[in-house]
């Protein structure tokens, strides 16, 4: 979509316009970098101030600020800007209007392989035998595909990622540059004559709607699989280890880490440089802060943080105890220099009475 009325636009976005509904939308920008044909967006009213100076003639507004906005401009209202304003961009840019349909003549792919013709295979990449790919899916270029390994329609993979044998992919699955799915698990055992690997023989299971940041590893199965459930989104440089289940739409964030065997629930947030234990279970709707190490199960919708992890009630009475100490300490002080006025003056009274 190159161009777009507001009133057209209105009726795709199921939202009552405000102004002049013929007018013609050809971009969508920040409030401070549009311009006067673009459509940008506000979802706070401390943004009104940028609003004024913007020069974009088309906003998208929350419906609580209808009526209460600065005249001059055509506004659209709907319930969540920031949402709404995420469809409206999918709709102009559309990643795959990018790129054009078929094959690089540098891609290697095993006889056999059937490539929808709506897919598009970029330069060097690999793809091995009884690998089934989807309709409208986008291979960049340097990705290896491993055999047997399934991808869905609609998936965008970027440029140098390793999908190893067997991997399961959904539908509306992107992908980012330099992610390894099915590495084997850390699986081994010390003995006295040296360390011995497990072999890791499952697979990995990526459900649709799933996205996986840059660098990011999702180790296999020993056996059975490492699951990725609907709709999860995965940061970048974190690691899931091997029979891990990711609950439907929960969020790892960068640099956070999940050990083998561990269940995390549904709508889950573990932040930024978190480390959850192997075997541990996390509830649905739990909350696990940056840098928690968590060590123990976590309940259904708690917010946890620390090292061992516990309740954030609990670990701000941690961290306020040593100011907790220093005021008792300087509490101790005021009544020893008390008792001691109180002392000097009872000594004073006894030299007198004497």
Request: glycine residues 10%; aromatic residues 6%; hydrophobic residues 40%.
């Amino acid at each position: 979509m190159n161009t777009i009325t507001v009133s057209d636009l209105s009726s795709l976005l199921d939202a009552e316009y405000e102004g002049n509904g013929s007018f013609i939308i050809k971009g969508m920008n920040s409030l401070s970098e549009a311009n006067d044909n673009e459509i940008t967006f506000i979802i706070s009213e401390k943004y009104k101030d940028l609003l004024l100076e913007s020069k974009a003639s088309v906003v998208l507004a929350p419906k609580k600020f209808k009526g209460n906005l600065p005249e001059g401009k055509i506004y659209i209202y709907c319930d969540n800007p920031n949402i709404t304003f995420g469809r409206i961009v999918s709709m102009f840019a559309s990643l795959h209007s990018s790129y054009k349909t078929g094959i690089h003549p540098t891609a290697i792919i095993a006889s056999g392989v059937n490539v929808p013709a709506s897919c598009h295979i970029g330069a060097n990449v690999v793809i091995e035998s009884e690998v089934v790919l989807g309709e409208n899916t986008i291979i960049l270029t340097g990705t290896f595909i491993g055999e047997a390994s399934r991808i869905g329609n609609n998936c965008i993979i970027y440029p140098h990622c390793v999908i190893r044998e067997k991997t399961q992919i959904g539908n509306d699955v992107i992908i980012h540059s330099g992610v390894i799915i099915g590495s084997d698990g850390f699986g081994y055992e010390t003995t006295p004559s040296g360390i011995i690997k497990i072999p890791q023989v499952g697979t990995v299971r990526i459900d649709d709607d799933v996205e996986i940041g840059a660098n990011s590893a999702i180790d296999r199965a020993r056996f059975g699989m490492t699951w990725i459930k609907k709709g999860v989104k995965i940061d970048n440089l974190v690691h899931v280890a091997h029979n891990v289940e990711v609950g439907e739409d929960s969020m790892l964030i960068a640099q956070s880490g999940i050990a083998g065997s561990s269940k995390i629930g549904n709508k889950v947030i573990v932040a930024g440089q978190a480390g959850v234990s192997h075997g541990v279970k996390v509830g649905d709707g739990a909350m696990i802060s940056g840098q928690a190490g968590v060590t123990r199960d976590v309940p259904p919708n708690a917010r946890w943080a620390g090292t061992p992890a516990t309740s954030s009630k609990e670990y701000m009475k941690l961290l306020l105890s040593p100011e907790e100490v220093k005021r008792q300490k300087e509490r101790i002080n005021e009544i020893e220099k008390n008792l001691k006025l109180l002392e000097e003056e009872l000594s004073k009274l006894k030299n007198h009475i004497g």
